[in-house]
């Protein structure tokens, strides 16, 4: 069912991909929310271990000389890493549960009464966009530690702000397309809908904070 959604997704027809996350009941958004925290997690913890090796860089170099470079490769241990990419996996997993809790307070404000699992259906369509985006960044942040040239890594942060528009835009148009399939409304949720993402992202921060000091960043 997630493959033939996914398909559904890049084909424009969210509808159809919402209908098959919704027939097959827990998994169908247990699979791709999944999914999305593993891959996820990748880019995430890549980019908050690449910021500390950074970090321990520039202060090797302003108090050990020409030894900085080799103190920041021994900066972050492979246990370290391990941790950091578990730590955010749950993060990103806890997220898309809280989002989903807020799509279901939409819906209940609006006087559409929806359950946790249909809610989380509409999550996991935007999941969808949102997993290539992140395999995407992964592969550009992997060239990102490799290249030594200033130019090729404004070039390359470019695209990858660029990445991160896209899935952050089609994330929420899926998202909204699919709260709006969750029962008919009293009037439009749009208003309460930013509102309680407000509040929806304010959590993230606390959750994403939480999972960076636990690595110990």
Same mark, same amino acid.
């Given at each position: ?9 890049? @084909?424009?027809?969210? $509808?159809?991909?919402?209908? !098959?996350? #919704? @027939? /097959? ?18 880019? *995430? #913890? =890549? +980019? ?18 020409? &030894? ?5 490769? =021994? ?14 996996? +749950?993060?990103?997993?806890?997220? =898309?549960?809280? !989002? ?6 939409? $819906?209940?404000?609006?006087? $559409?009464? /929806? @359950? ?7 999550? &996991?369509?935007?999941? +969808? ?10 592969? +550009?942040?992997? *060239? ?24 952050? *835009? #089609? ?16 009037? @439009? ?29």
């Amino acid at each position: 069912a997630t493959w033939n959604a996914f398909l559904d997704v890049f @084909s424009s027809n969210p $509808a159809t991909a919402h209908a !098959r996350i #919704s @027939s /097959a009941g827990a998994w169908g958004w247990i699979v791709p929310t999944t999914l999305q925290a593993l891959v996820g997690a990748f880019f *995430f #913890s =890549q +980019l908050v271990i690449l910021a500390a090796v950074v970090m321990m860089s520039m202060l090797g170099y302003m108090f050990g000389g020409r &030894s900085g470079g080799a103190y920041a490769a =021994q900066a972050v241990p492979t246990g370290r890493m391990i941790l950091a990419y578990v730590l955010m996996a +749950l993060a990103i997993f806890g997220v =898309q549960v809280l !989002r989903g809790v807020q799509l279901q307070l939409t $819906a209940r404000i609006g006087k $559409a009464p /929806a @359950s946790f699992t249909a809610s989380m259906h509409a999550v &996991s369509v935007s999941s +969808l966009a949102l997993i290539p985006s992140f395999l995407v960044l992964n592969l +550009l942040i992997f *060239f990102l530690t490799l290249t030594r040239s200033g130019g090729g890594a404004f070039f390359l942060t470019m695209l990858m702000g660029l990445v991160l528009a896209f899935a952050v *835009f #089609s994330g929420e148009a899926l998202t909204y397309l699919g709260l709006n399939r969750l029962g008919r409304f009293a009037k @439009s949720p749009i208003i309460m809908h930013a509102a309680l993402i407000t509040g929806w992202v304010l959590a993230s921060m606390v959750v994403y904070y939480v999972a960076i000091r636990l690595m110990g960043a």
